[in-house]
Nanobody, 118 residues
Protein backbone atom coordinates (compact mmCIF):
# COMPACT_ATOMS: atom_id res chain seq x y z
CA UNK A 1 0.00 0.00 0.00
CA UNK A 2 1.22 3.47 -0.85
CA UNK A 3 0.25 6.34 1.43
CA UNK A 4 0.45 9.99 0.37
CA UNK A 5 0.12 12.51 3.20
CA UNK A 6 -0.57 16.20 2.74
CA UNK A 7 -1.99 19.21 4.51
CA UNK A 8 0.71 20.23 6.95
CA UNK A 9 1.86 23.79 7.36
CA UNK A 10 2.42 26.71 9.67
CA UNK A 11 -0.45 27.95 11.81
CA UNK A 12 -0.84 30.15 14.87
CA UNK A 13 -1.91 28.89 18.27
CA UNK A 14 -5.62 28.20 18.25
CA UNK A 15 -5.72 27.65 14.51
CA UNK A 16 -6.77 24.61 12.51
CA UNK A 17 -5.33 22.31 9.89
CA UNK A 18 -6.63 19.26 8.09
CA UNK A 19 -4.27 16.49 7.13
CA UNK A 20 -5.09 14.03 4.36
CA UNK A 21 -3.67 10.60 3.62
CA UNK A 22 -4.55 9.00 0.29
CA UNK A 23 -4.10 5.24 0.09
CA UNK A 24 -3.51 3.25 -3.09
CA UNK A 25 -2.56 -0.29 -3.93
CA UNK A 26 -3.87 -3.27 -1.96
CA UNK A 27 -6.25 -1.19 0.14
CA UNK A 28 -8.64 -4.05 0.84
CA UNK A 29 -6.04 -5.70 3.05
CA UNK A 30 -6.03 -2.67 5.40
CA UNK A 31 -7.68 -3.30 8.78
CA UNK A 32 -6.83 -0.06 10.48
CA UNK A 33 -5.17 3.27 9.85
CA UNK A 34 -3.78 6.01 12.00
CA UNK A 35 -1.87 9.22 12.39
CA UNK A 36 1.37 9.40 14.33
CA UNK A 37 3.57 12.31 15.25
CA UNK A 38 7.28 12.53 15.82
CA UNK A 39 8.90 15.48 17.49
CA UNK A 40 12.63 16.29 17.22
CA UNK A 41 14.65 13.62 18.97
CA UNK A 42 11.55 11.75 20.05
CA UNK A 43 9.92 8.47 19.18
CA UNK A 44 6.93 8.27 16.90
CA UNK A 45 3.68 8.13 18.86
CA UNK A 46 0.06 7.51 18.03
CA UNK A 47 -2.19 10.54 17.70
CA UNK A 48 -5.39 8.88 16.47
CA UNK A 49 -6.49 5.63 14.89
CA UNK A 50 -9.51 4.40 12.99
CA UNK A 51 -10.52 0.79 12.40
CA UNK A 52 -12.17 -0.79 9.40
CA UNK A 53 -15.51 -0.63 11.22
CA UNK A 54 -15.08 3.09 11.85
CA UNK A 55 -14.28 2.96 15.55
CA UNK A 56 -11.70 5.52 16.64
CA UNK A 57 -9.21 6.12 19.41
CA UNK A 58 -7.19 9.17 20.38
CA UNK A 59 -4.20 10.13 22.45
CA UNK A 60 -5.32 11.93 25.60
CA UNK A 61 -3.47 15.06 24.51
CA UNK A 62 -5.68 15.55 21.44
CA UNK A 63 -9.08 14.36 22.65
CA UNK A 64 -11.71 16.97 21.96
CA UNK A 65 -9.45 18.85 19.56
CA UNK A 66 -8.61 16.38 16.79
CA UNK A 67 -10.97 14.25 14.73
CA UNK A 68 -9.93 11.32 12.59
CA UNK A 69 -12.14 10.18 9.74
CA UNK A 70 -12.00 8.06 6.64
CA UNK A 71 -13.69 8.33 3.25
CA UNK A 72 -13.96 4.84 1.84
CA UNK A 73 -15.13 6.12 -1.54
CA UNK A 74 -11.71 7.59 -2.32
CA UNK A 75 -9.60 5.63 0.19
CA UNK A 76 -8.52 8.75 2.04
CA UNK A 77 -8.04 9.30 5.76
CA UNK A 78 -8.23 12.71 7.38
CA UNK A 79 -7.14 14.35 10.60
CA UNK A 80 -8.98 17.54 11.46
CA UNK A 81 -6.87 19.42 13.97
CA UNK A 82 -8.49 22.29 15.86
CA UNK A 83 -7.33 24.48 18.73
CA UNK A 84 -3.74 23.76 17.84
CA UNK A 85 -1.05 24.29 20.43
CA UNK A 86 2.72 24.79 20.06
CA UNK A 87 3.25 21.35 21.57
CA UNK A 88 1.42 19.85 18.58
CA UNK A 89 4.38 20.85 16.44
CA UNK A 90 5.86 17.74 14.87
CA UNK A 91 6.12 15.71 11.70
CA UNK A 92 2.91 13.78 11.22
CA UNK A 93 2.87 10.38 9.53
CA UNK A 94 -0.03 8.32 8.30
CA UNK A 95 0.03 4.60 8.86
CA UNK A 96 -1.86 1.60 7.55
CA UNK A 97 -1.81 -1.84 9.12
CA UNK A 98 -2.92 -4.72 6.96
CA UNK A 99 -2.86 -8.44 6.73
CA UNK A 100 -2.67 -10.94 3.91
CA UNK A 101 -3.38 -14.32 5.39
CA UNK A 102 -1.15 -14.61 8.45
CA UNK A 103 1.33 -12.02 7.24
CA UNK A 104 1.09 -8.54 8.76
CA UNK A 105 2.26 -5.36 7.12
CA UNK A 106 2.85 -1.92 8.56
CA UNK A 107 2.98 0.80 5.91
CA UNK A 108 3.97 4.44 6.37
CA UNK A 109 3.47 7.54 4.32
CA UNK A 110 5.99 10.33 4.08
CA UNK A 111 5.71 12.81 6.90
CA UNK A 112 4.06 16.18 6.73
CA UNK A 113 5.33 18.99 8.95
CA UNK A 114 2.93 20.77 11.28
CA UNK A 115 4.27 23.87 13.00
CA UNK A 116 2.22 25.82 15.51
CA UNK A 117 3.58 29.22 16.42
CA UNK A 118 2.94 30.79 19.81
Amino acid sequence: VQLQASGGGLVQTGGSLRLSCAASGDIFSIYDMGWYLQGPGKQRELVAGINRDGSTNYADSVKGRFTISRDNSNYTMYLQMNSLKPEDTAVYYCNARRTIGKIFFNDWGQGTQVTVSS
